[in-house]
């Protein structure tokens, strides 16, 4: 809206004969398709590490059922069901979720004050120079802890799957 308010200024401008020195705009444009591209590219890193994590924590997970097949065993024995097994699992994979997500939002605070501090005190100043180049909004905070739990229930998934079908007298008799 307010980019349409600025055209019709600067058309109004030029029917009245004056010049407009637009190089600042363009320039601001420029940083602005900059700061888009590098943006894309950030996301798709981070999706890809986390894919990349998701993958380490269902090897994580798979050898924690390995190690624990008696325990399993045991459980299924006295009782508990099939989703009984693969809930715990999962319960456990969305707690390490949390913590990673809280870890994740903490780096992710001290990193943006930190490069904030720096960019403030070694950037010249320049046209549309924020305040701050990092902006966290509970929104970000929320999706970034939903993705990290996300990925930590997708990653467990199916070693909570495997867990859940172990035969509870064939797991009592493993080493």
């Known amino acids: 809206q307010d980019s349409q ?5 600067a058309a109004a ?3 009245m004969g004056l010049e407009l020195d637009e190089s600042e705009r363009n320039r601001a444009l420029q940083i602005g398709a900059a700061v888009e591209l590098v943006t894309v590219a950030l996301s798709l890193l ?4 986390t894919a990349l994590a998701a993958v380490n924590i269902a090897q994580a997970f798979y050898a924690e059922v390995r190690e624990r097949t ?13 989703g009984d097994v693969a809930s715990l699992l999962l319960v456990e994979a969305a707690a390490t979720g949390i913590a990673g ?10 990193g943006g004050w930190a490069v904030d ?7 010249p100043d320049f046209p549309f120079k924020p305040q701050s180049f990092f902006v966290f ?3 970000h905070i929320l999706l970034g ?21 172990l035969d509870p007298a064939w797991a009592l008799t493993a080493e």
């Not at 981070?46 to 590490?49: H, M």
């Not at 997500?101 to 001290?110: D, K, S, Y």
């Open 70 to 82: 008696r325990e399993i065993g045991v459980m299924r024995a006295v009782g508990a069901t099939r």
């Open 13 to 15: 401008v030029k029917k």
């Open 101 to 110: 997500g809280v870890l994740g939002v903490l780096l992710a605070f001290t």
């Open 46 to 49: 981070a999706t890809l590490i």
């Open 137 to 139: 909004r509970g929104v």
């Open 145 to 165: 802890m939903g993705i990290a739990i996300l990925a930590a229930l997708s990653g467990a998934f199916f070693p909570a799957r495997a867990a859940a079908r």
């Open 117 to 123: 501090a720096l960019a403030r005190t070694a950037l």
């Open 5 to 9: 308010k600025v055209s019709s200024v």
